[in-house]
Nanobody, 130 residues
């Protein structure tokens, strides 16, 4: 079982920055995850994929709404996934979730309709005031 624990959420003013972290544990040889992602969900809205990273090559993708402002990265030694969020906007306010799954690069992008991620964190809240 893979366990994911997010942290780093908080309240910032528009234009500010935050770094979210997701510490992963519980890997096994057969269950090694190869795709990690950040999702977010605002009240009354559907969950949306924000960014993904294919761990064997660190190839990453971001949603159009955050490209140029958000960066996903991973520290292999610390088994930690990060989401650097710059120039935050009020519409970025949401609960952010870390997710992981063993899958190919082809299915680790931003295309809709990809399979559900197997492992999820509990979420961390981000509030952005205007």
């Amino acid at each position: 079982q893979v366990r994911l624990v997010e942290s780093g959420g908080g309240s910032v003013q528009a234009g500010g920055s935050l770094i979210l972290s997701c510490v992963a544990s519980g890997y096994t040889d057969t269950g090694k995850v190869t795709c990690m992602a950040w999702f977010r969900q605002a009240p009354g809205k559907e969950r949306e994929k924000v960014a993904t990273i294919y761990t064997p090559t660190s190839k990453s993708y971001t949603a159009d709404a955050v490209t140029g402002r958000f960066t996903i990265s991973r520290d292999v030694a610390k088994d930690t996934l990060y989401l650097l969020m710059n120039n935050l906007k009020p519409e970025d306010a949401a609960t952010y979730y870390c997710a992981a799954d063993p899958r190919t690069l082809f299915k680790c992008g931003m295309a809709p309709g990809t399979p559900q991620f197997s492992y999820w964190g509990q979420g961390t809240q981000v509030t952005v005031s205007s």
